[in-house]
Each structure stands twice: as structure tokens, then as C-alpha cells.
């Protein structure tokens, strides 16, 4: 028996097909719930951007953002091109994907580079938040 008689000898046999097809199977659904996951991911994302005005929705937008860079290998290269080009943009973004992100320290940067970018005279706002600040921690 030559080598080619045996190759498609083997190629017939029922469990080699039933292999085949349950990789083909595995491969179909892994892209058709990546498609799913990004499709959800874009829907949190704007979700999140029209909830803007209602504070605590940011998690939306992070959460979109984490489902489409973890299965668009072209949103991560974008994500990254933006990151080169604009670090100091996306930087909070990128602290907020982190595993355990310091939400509540990033939300109080974000905050205060807000504050310096819309009102530049830092005399107004600060002093504010310094006799706030003050208050609350002489009543605690």
C-alpha cells in the first residue's frame, strides 16, 4: 500500500471527519460570539456615552471598551496608535482596564484636570475646595 492510499485511507475514516468537524464547529462559534462580544461592547460604549450626564455610568464605557479590545485585534492596534499619539488622554483609560483599577483616585484626577482646563483662574475653585475641605475634616 503506497503512502497516498493510506493518507486518504485516513481521511475517510469517521472519527478523523467527526474531529474535522468539531474544530470547524469550535473555530465557528469562537468568531460568531467575538462578533457578538463586540457588537455588546459597542452597545455598553454607547450606552455609556449617552449616560453621560448621570454620574456613575462611566463602568459602561470601560466595560464596552474591555469586551472590543479583547476580541478586535484592530480596536487593540487603534488603542494602542491613540496611546503613542495622546498618552496623557488615555491614560486614565488605560488605568481604568487595569485588574483591580483605583476607581475612585482616577474619577478625583480626572475631576481636578477638568477643573484646571475649565476654570484657569485656580483661585476660585480652590479656595472652595480648601474651606470644603477643611470643614469636613475638622467635623470628622
Given amino acids: ?13 469517521p472519527k478523523s471527519a467527526w474531529r474535522l468537524f468539531k474544530r470547524m464547529a469550535k473555530r465557528f462559534t469562537r468568531k460568531v460570539l467575538g462578533w457578538i462580544l463586540i457588537a455588546l461592547g459597542f452597545l455598553l460604549i454607547g450606552a455609556g456615552l449617552v449616560l453621560v450626564i448621570v454620574p456613575g455610568h462611566y463602568f459602561l464605557v470601560v466595560l464596552g471598551l474591555i469586551l472590543v479590545l479583547r476580541n478586535a485585534f484592530w480596536a487593540r492596534r487603534q488603542f494602542i496608535h491613540l496611546k503613542r499619539r495622546h498618552p496623557n488622554w488615555i491614560m486614565p483609560i488605560r488605568k481604568l482596564l487595569r485588574r483591580n483599577p483605583p476607581v475612585a483616585s482616577i474619577f478625583w484626577q480626572q475631576v481636578l484636570k477638568a ?10 475653585l480652590g479656595s472652595w475646595r480648601r474651606r470644603t475641605f477643611r470643614r469636613t475634616r475638622a467635623a470628622a
Fill in 115 to 124: 477643573e484646571r482646563f475649565l476654570l484657569r483662574s485656580k483661585v476660585v
Fill in 1 to 13: 500500500m503506497s503512502s497516498t492510499s493510506r493518507a486518504s485511507a485516513h481521511e475517510h475514516h
